[in-house]
T-cell receptor
Framework: DSGVTQTPKHLITATGQRVTLRCSPR?????VYWYQQSLDQGLQFLIQ???????AKGNILERFSAQQFPDLHSELNLSSLELGDSALYFC??????????????FGSGTRLTVV | AQKVTQAQTEISVVEKEDVTLDCVYE???????LFWYKQPPSGELVFLIR??????QNEISGRYSWNFQKSTSSFNFTITASQVVDSAVYFC?????????????FGDGTTLTVKP
């Protein structure tokens, strides 16, 4: 157990639907990162939060949004889902504002299948 | 812009062979961090090591060793006497020391298969 909890582990949903992925960071970590892993795109950075504030944004679609709550858990919302959104979504946490000196601790991922 | 290249898409070795996974990076920052992660067939991503740009000492941890060379912008990973349990996808990653961006850029990964 890495200490980063992601739910659900698996999600199957239809095109056009909306889903919410949840992540609880490792105890004491203030930064949360979301990554998307697909076969053709590899590991793509989506967004980072630090202590409730958005810190960095990657190639995140406008249909996707995220937030980090006061208890530091984070949610990634994916809407108007398309077949191409099928992927493994990872949450990672780290101790500092940046990854400087801190490797990520990853959750086990949420496998999203859009049918 | 930062970039990480893992030119080896797949490597297959027989148990007990040594294997080196290559990683070449690009960055304009003078301060940055390099990482290796392992993704076994079960799917989770496991942090293996990090290096900062000012520390070019090689590191050895059991059968694992890492060779960081700034002159060639490389951070290679060697597994000595490979074992079947080493079969996994290995990712190299780079993070620049930017106060606004803690994100890491990952290479495409190298799939290592160790056959018994």
């Amino acid at each position: 157990d890495s200490g980063v909890t992601q739910t659900p582990k698996h999600l199957i949903t239809a095109t056009g639907q909306r889903v919410t992925l949840r992540c609880s960071p490792r105890s004491g970590d203030l930064s949360v990162y979301w990554y998307q892993q697909s076969l053709d795109q590899g590991l793509q950075f989506l967004i980072q939060y630090y202590n409730g504030e958005e810190r960095a944004k990657g190639n995140i679609l406008e249909r996707f949004s995220a937030q980090q709550f006061p208890d530091l858990h984070s949610e990634l919302n994916l809407s108007s889902l398309e077949l191409g959104d099928s992927a493994l979504y990872f949450c990672a946490s780290s101790g500092g504002q940046g990854a400087r000196g801190y490797g990520y601790t990853f959750g086990s991922g949420t496998r999203l299948t859009v049918v | 812009a930062q970039k990480v290249t893992q030119a080896q898409t797949e490597i297959s070795v027989v148990e007990k062979e040594d294997v080196t996974l290559d990683c070449v990076y690009e960055t304009r920052d003078t301060t940055y961090y390099l990482f290796w992660y392992k993704q076994p067939p079960s799917g989770e991503l496991v942090f293996l090591i990090r290096r900062n740009s000012f520390d070019e000492q090689n590191e050895i941890s059991g059968r694992y060793s890492w060779n960081f060379q700034k002159s060639t912008s490389s951070f290679n990973f060697t597994i000595t006497a490979s074992q079947v349990v080493d079969s996994a996808v290995y990712f190299c990653a780079l993070s620049e020391a930017d106060t606004n961006a803690g994100k890491s850029t990952f290479g495409d990964g190298t799939t290592l298969t160790v056959k018994p």
